[in-house]
Every structure is written in C-alpha cells, then in structure tokens.
C-alpha cells in the first residue's frame, strides 16, 4: 500500500472513501465532521438518520465504523468512526487504533481501493497530534487490506508536519 500526505481539504479528495471523524451521534458537528456534512450535502444526514433508527440508536461506538454515501462529495463512500477523547490518564491509544483498523474493514467490504483519513481524535478530542500521527501510520501500515492508496489528509502546517516526521524513514 502506498501511503501519502496531503496538506489540504478532505472533501476535495477525489478518493473511493473518505473517512470522517464522526461524533457518535453521525448527525454532523465540527471540524472534519461538519465540514463532510456541508459539502456531502443532505443524503449523507438522511443515512446517517437511517442508520440512527436501525442499529446505532445510542450513538456509533467510540472505535466502531459505518459507511455511508458520500453524497455530493468526490468521493463514492463516507466512512464514519469515532475516536476516542484523548486522556493523559488513561491510555485509549487501543481505541483510537481500532478507528484505522475498522475504517479500513468496512473499506475492504465494499471494495474500496483508495481512501483517505483526516488526524482521528487529534482535534477537539485533544488527541497530542505526533502521538495521533504514530498510531495511524502504524496501524494503517499493520492493518491488511485491499486498499491500495492510502491518503492522510491534514488541514494545518503542524499536522502535517507530525505526519511527515512518522513517515520518514529512519
């Protein structure tokens, strides 16, 4: 698998999937969330409803993934998962791994060849971003899958920058 960094929009990825940084609730929010809601457009809301009412009526589990259409987006799939809120006193560092791992099953399931992640957690969940950076890398390069082009894509200069430091070889 080849795996890049893209200093950038999410939701101008022109990927097989997209992967959101969903709260539980996958009725939209802020950061990655919220903007994948805005420009996917309403169809991804109305699935995300649908998929509410059906098997997650408490909420996505924190480390869980679904699918969903990626609307109006360049994308063909949204996968939401939810990671964990960062704590400096307990180690949750399973959890956010498991957001790569299953984003990357419900991936294999449909088919998916390309897909790319935001920073899981390493927003407004406090994750430290070089320690979000390592655990995805890791577990995305662990993980055995189907997809092919694996893209990490990061909204800020420091993001970036941690990614690019966990990517380089040593």
């Known amino acids: 698998m080849e795996i890049t960094l893209i200093l950038g929009d999410i939701t101008e990825q ?15 929010g802020g ?31 924190v480390g869980q993934a679904v699918a969903t259409t990626a609307g109006r987006l360049p994308a063909r799939w949204v996968i939401h998962t939810v990671g964990p809120v960062y704590s400096s006193s307990e180690d949750r560092s399973d959890r956010l791994a498991s957001c790569y791992r299953e984003s990357l099953r419900v991936a294999d399931q449909l088919g998916v060849t390309s897909i790319a992640f935001p920073a899981v957690s390493a927003g407004i969940y406090g994750w430290p971003m070089r320690d979000a950076a390592r655990i ?18 990061l909204f800020t200069d420091d993001a970036y920058a941690a990614f690019q430091e966990t990517l380089a070889p040593r």
Do not use: M, W
């Open 14 to 28: 022109d990927v097989d999937a997209v992967v959101n940084a969903a709260n539980s609730s996958l009725l939209g």
């Open 31 to 61: 950061g990655v969330d919220g903007a994948i809601h805005r420009r996917g457009g309403p169809e991804i809301l109305d699935e995300c409803r649908k998929l509410r009412a059906a098997q997650y009526g408490g909420g996505l589990p």
């Open 136 to 153: 995805a890398v890791e577990t995305v390069r662990a993980t055995s899958t189907q997809v092919t082009d694996a893209r990490f894509v």
